[in-house]
């Protein structure tokens, strides 16, 4: 007999992973499954940042480290959060993890208490929701649409805010839309939270080196409410470092304190040779990933124009991140070999199966007629994934 707790029974697993997992057993079985269901970039880590992995290997730097990462790296964290952000941050400000996933649930664990209000916008990455679950927080789910590139107005924001509400999470860019909020759009969030003084912000922006529209925005950017804001981000999407396991969370002083406290007794301090890798990423200046980019978006332009050839695919053009996120509500009702397509967990098994694609049903990220696919592979691979998706939907009736 098992007896699991009612916390772990709560909580569901990762759809990105579990897509991820079914991809890597057919694999095993022979079948030539494209895969692009995880945002985990193709590109090999910069060899500046290696080498610097390398040199700390040799150089036997290899023990405990201080929970929030050593002082140094703080430092150089801080300095990039000046010199690209124009933030301004203390090494004191800053806590390393174990990712950027560790960074939030570091952040939702100290400052949300069961019954606590979190506003969500949706889609939203699949952990947001999860991790609240943890803390016994309460969503509070703002749906966006594809027409406005699937971001909130600050009038929809405040329409959402009660004396019970203490925090909002949300991404930008977006995992898993691809949008990208303007200054002016922030802006406008700013002057709604500054009005309620127990509102927090948790900002991820993870992405924030994969933007297709110029510099990056940051939530903290401004100072009336720059100490209500958390900014989560990291080194694996931007630096290519998904396997290092490296976030960042810059915040006042009293929150990074309590995450230390809280990471002190999870998992201690992220390995001491990531943290070295981390240090070089950090004085890498912002053009030196920029040939990932460039590339991200060249792979988004070829996604847009075949995806015009798919039937029943409605999209809008994201502006950063990795990933496109279709409207597939078209194909509900459409059958193929007595299987019914009735939402997109239907039509995203539909296409494993037939077309040996993996992507993630928007189930996982607040909304099951949309499916999510990422381009973080070759142009091959997205040319033939493509080909055998509209192959595959003629196919439906």
């Known amino acids: 007999m098992t007896h699991l ?38 590109f090999a880590t910069p060899e500046v940042i290696k080498q610097a992995a ?78 609240l679950k943890l803390a016994g927080g309460v969503p509070i789910i703002i749906n966006t649409t594809l027409e ?5 107005t600050a009038e929809e924001l405040k329409a959402h ?13 977006c995992n898993p839309t691809g949008s990208v909020y303007s200054k002016k759009e922030l802006r406008a969030i700013a002057d709604v939270v500054k009005q309620h003084e127990e509102l927090y912000i948790m900002s991820d922006e993870i992405y924030e080196h994969i933007n297709f529209i110029g510099g990056h925005e940051s939530m903290a950017q401004f100072p009336e409410i720059k100490e209500r804001v958390i900014t989560i981000n990291g080194v694996s999407k931007g630096f290519a470092m998904t396997g290092w396991r490296g976030g960042i969370m810059a915040a006042p002083k009293w929150i990074a304190q309590a995450c ?15 943290q070295k890798a981390m240090h070089a990423a950090m004085e890498l200046p912002a053009e030196s990933t920029h040939y990932m980019r460039d590339a991200f978006l060249k792979r988004r332009n070829l996604v847009l124009e075949l995806m015009k050839e798919i039937p029943g695919f409605k999209t809008n053009t994201p502006q950063g991140a990795f990933y496109v996120y279709p409207e597939v509500s078209a194909l509900f009702g459409k059958s193929y ?14 296409l494993l199966d037939v077309a040996h694609v993996a992507l993630v049903p928007g189930a996982a990220f607040g909304d099951d007629k949309y499916i999510r696919f990422s381009y973080a592979t070759s142009e091959d691979k997205l040319t033939e994934a493509l080909k055998r998706m509209k192959e595959a939907i003629e196919k439906l009736k």
């Open 54 to 131: 390398i040199k700390a290997i040799n150089d036997n730097f290899s023990y405990y480290t201080h929970v929030s990462g050593y002082v140094e790296l703080r430092g150089a964290i801080a300095q990039k959060f000046k010199r690209d952000n124009n933030l301004d941050y203390s090494p004191d400000d800053i806590v390393v993890s174990t990712g950027a996933k560790q960074s939030i649930a570091n952040a939702v664990l100290c400052l949300i208490n069961p019954g606590d209000e979190v506003i969500i916008p949706a889609p939203f990455w699949v952990s947001y929701l999860e991790i």
């Open 148 to 152: 406005n590139d699937f971001k909130i």
């Open 260 to 274: 230390d406290k809280m990471q002190g007794q999870f998992t201690s301090a992220t390995c001491s040779i990531t």
């Open 161 to 173: 805010i009660t004396p019970k509400t203490r925090m909002m999470m949300f991404s930008t860019p």
């Open 5 to 42: 707790s009612d916390r772990v029974n709560l909580i569901s697993e990762s759809q990105t992973i579990a897509m991820a997992r079914k991809s890597r057993e057919l694999k095993a079985e022979g079948i030539d499954i494209i895969s692009l269901s995880l945002g985990e970039p193709d």
């Open 337 to 350: 070999n007595g299987f019914t397509v009735n939402n997109a967990t239907d039509l995203s098994m539909f």
